[in-house]
């Protein structure tokens, strides 16, 4: 059960293996959340490294499990294999995406439709999973990774930033309509996170650490938010971004 | 509640008093006897609960996924004056007890601070109130009970005919059965009306002294601490202490009312807003009412009359006065630490004091000796317990840190107000948890009785 101060004693992770979601659960496994799955494509090094990491901040039980978003017909085993585990799921954290390039997508869309299946389809298939699941046993809080390029899209990103559109639109519907079922979901919009998907690449400005993002993201748990963003000061960044005109637009998020 | 539950059963999404945790269940509304004695049949996978009127603060009255069993659309009492004794139905509340027997003569053995709870939640938490250094807590006064057990039976169960039962289910938390009746012996009153000594103490030291050498001196004490006051302030209180007047002090003292010395009619006066905005509870508005408060209380007064609500139940004025802390909600936490811990005391209230987190005033009690239960909460020495934002940055290991040095003084929290306990704290906060163990499995061998509560911490 999640706790009065928001703090979760299970936890799936889909997508086991990001940098935000290890540094969020070695947060929560800190304050006593005590069975991690970690959900992940690939099941050796790196997640069997965060497994003993998570171990070490406090958790007593962390398993691995196979997890392709890629392949939406093997997500109901995902699920289904997680609730064989932990019982009762008071927190899915949902960390998979790939954020590709522009120029790759532009010159193979088959590659866009790839990614936009990974970062959108397979949010809705493991949402929908996850809200059965949460119905059924009448409580839990969904964390929904999305990201400022959802709030407007970029020239220079603009596959991944839809792809994340849908997922923050989703995200809220599927909030509201979980409320009925005492459960609760957290929408993450972090700017530029400093993490292997982004490496080598010119950081945007208010860029963040995966550190600082589970932060806001535990923070969020215990305030009861709906949304955070990471750093907080782009919510009102975005506030002014979302209405600038297109020109200027055009010329801010240029990179 | 019994006025609003339209359907016999309904899907609902549950918190206790606190606002939070939430989680939905199927909530059944029995509304006769024969519908609480079924309320247990087929029941759900995720297994069933009693709820009365929602006012323990943390998870213990509602059950995600499963069934609530609302007990107070059955209502029945009896009053026996020659045995000096009250039988009621598990769902009837202290409020409506307290408007039949006041007028008639009687109180209610033991109140906490609100009027609003049932007989049954009384059982199921063992509650305490001002009086348990005198009459110890609430199923002390229990003679009986008819507790509904999973396998369908109502058992007539008395501290005689089965101890075990009997001690399992005060404070029990509701995992033993549904308690549909109970009979509990009511103390006469001459007077509704309460002879109130009043003490303000500059800090900690002062109000201890006090309770430890007055407290035997009254029926009911009670201080209320400032735990927002610093420096030579810390701890600063008020200590209220009293007994119902007698007849003749009334018409000493008593000036209008004593022509109608058992007159009793709580009123409600205000009702909290639907909406509050939230940081309305913020550090400078809560150390501003608490000082305002304290200045308010007078140093020292003796004798003063005051009515059975504005002495036991002053919260109870506002209805709702848990929506002020915003749909986040809050958390109370409530501990008790043996006289011999009074330093540990000393270090939670300082702990607490220099966290700077946003607390109305706290309430500190000394509680006389415990009870056979091996989940009743009071136990010899001191219990505090305070209100807390539940958003308040750094709470939740604030609280694991004061639970460890609670549980190493041999100390222990109240599982009526938890919400959020460490599970792996609660074999030492309660070393009898095992022998409960036995005789929950007994009435209960498959798991039937359950609660988020229980999730939570693994009672069972």
């Known amino acids: ?255 | 509640m019994a006025s609003i539950s339209p359907e016999p059963v309904a899907h609902r999404v549950l918190t206790g008093w606190g606002n939070t945790p939430r989680s939905s269940a199927t909530v059944m509304h029995p509304a006769t006897s024969g519908e609480m004695a079924a309320s247990l049949a087929d029941p759900p996978t995720r297994g069933v609960v009693a709820r009365g009127l929602g006012r323990s603060y943390g998870d213990a009255a509602q059950n995600a996924g499963g069934r609530v069993v609302d007990t107070t659309g059955v209502g029945r009492v009896e009053i026996d004056d020659a045995a000096g004794t009250v039988t009621a139905s598990g769902g009837t509340s202290l409020d409506d007890l307290m408007r039949i027997l006041v007028p008639r003569g009687r109180f209610v053995p033991v109140t906490p601070g609100t009027r609003f709870v049932t007989v049954g939640g009384a059982i199921a938490a063992d509650i305490h109130g001002k009086n348990h250094h005198k009459v110890g807590s609430w199923c002390e006064s229990v003679q009986s009970m008819r507790l509904l057990v999973p396998s369908g039976e109502i058992l007539e169960v008395t501290p005689q005919s089965d101890p075990d039962l009997f001690w399992a289910t005060a404070g029990g938390m509701g995992l033993t059965g549904i308690v549909t009746e109970a009979t509990f012996t009511c103390p006469a009153i001459e007077t509704s009306q309460v002879l109130v000594d009043t003490v303000r103490a500059a800090d900690l030291d002062a109000v201890m002294d006090a309770m430890v050498t007055g407290d035997h001196l009254y029926d009911y004490s009670v201080a209320w601490i400032d735990l927002m006051a610093t420096g030579m302030s810390m701890g600063r209180s008020v200590l209220t202490r009293g007994r119902f007047a007698r007849l003749d002090e009334l018409d000493e003292l008593g000036g209008a009312t004593s022509d109608r010395p058992l007159a009793y009619n709580p009123t409600v006066r205000l009702a909290a807003p639907p909406w509050v905005p939230p940081g309305l509870l913020n550090k400078l508005s809560v150390r501003a009412f608490n000082e305002l408060w304290f200045r308010r209380a007078p140093e020292h007064r003796s004798d003063e009359l005051q009515s059975i609500a504005a002495f036991f139940h002053p919260l109870d004025l506002m209805r709702g006065w848990n929506r002020i802390y915003g749909s986040r909600g809050f958390l109370q936490w409530q501990f008790v630490v043996p006289d011999e811990a009074h330093d540990t005391l000393r270090s939670v209230v300082g702990a607490l004091t220099e966290s700077g987190c946003t607390s109305f005033l706290a309430v500190l009690k000394r509680f006389g000796p415990g009870n056979a239960g091996p989940l009743s909460f009071p136990a010899p020495g001191w219990t505090l317990a305070l209100d807390i934002p539940a958003a308040v940055a750094g709470l939740g290991p604030l609280l694991d840190r004061l639970d460890v040095m609670v549980a190493d003084a041999g100390g222990r929290v109240y599982l009526a107000k938890d919400s959020r306990l460490d599970p792996t704290l609660l074999h030492q906060m309660y070393p009898r948890l095992d022998q409960w163990r036995q005789t929950q499995r007994r009435v209960d061998p498959d798991g039937v009785l359950t609660s988020d509560l229980n999730r939570r911490l693994g009672l069972t």
């Open chain 1, 1 to 255: 059960m999640n706790d009065a101060t928001g703090i979760p004693q299970t936890a799936l992770v889909l997508g086991g293996t990001s940098e935000i979601a290890i540094a969020t659960m070695t947060r929560l496994a800190a304050r006593r959340c005590r069975h991690i799955v970690l959900a992940c494509r690939d099941t050796q090094g790196g997640a069997v490294a965060a497994a003993h990491s998570l171990r070490t901040a406090g958790a007593t039980q962390v398993d691995i499990i196979d997890f392709d978003a890629a392949d939406a017909t093997t997500h109901a085993a995902t699920i289904d294999a997680a609730t064989e585990l932990l019982g009762d799921i008071d927190m899915v954290l949902m960390a998979f995406g790939v954020l590709g390039n522009q120029a790759d997508f532009d010159a193979d869309p088959m590659a866009a439709v790839a990614a936009v299946n990974v970062n959108y389809t397979a949010a809705v298939s493991c949402g929908l999973l996850t809200a059965q699941v949460l119905r059924r046993q009448g409580h839990g809080t969904v964390v929904m990774l999305s990201s400022v390029a959802a709030e407007r899209a970029r020239a220079d990103n603009f596959v991944y930033g839809s792809s994340k559109a849908g997922l923050d639109a989703f995200s809220q519907g599927l909030s509201d309509s979980l409320v009925a079922a005492g459960a609760h979901v957290l929408v993450v919009r972090p700017g530029f996170v400093h993490t292997r998907m982004t490496a080598g690449m010119k950081p945007a400005p208010f860029s963040t650490t995966a550190d600082d993002v589970a932060d806001r993201i535990v923070r969020g748990l215990e305030t009861g938010a709906h949304v955070v963003w990471a750093p907080s000061v782009l919510r009102w960044v975005f506030t002014v971004m979302r209405h600038l005109p297109r020109g200027v637009w055009r010329k801010v998020s240029a990179r």
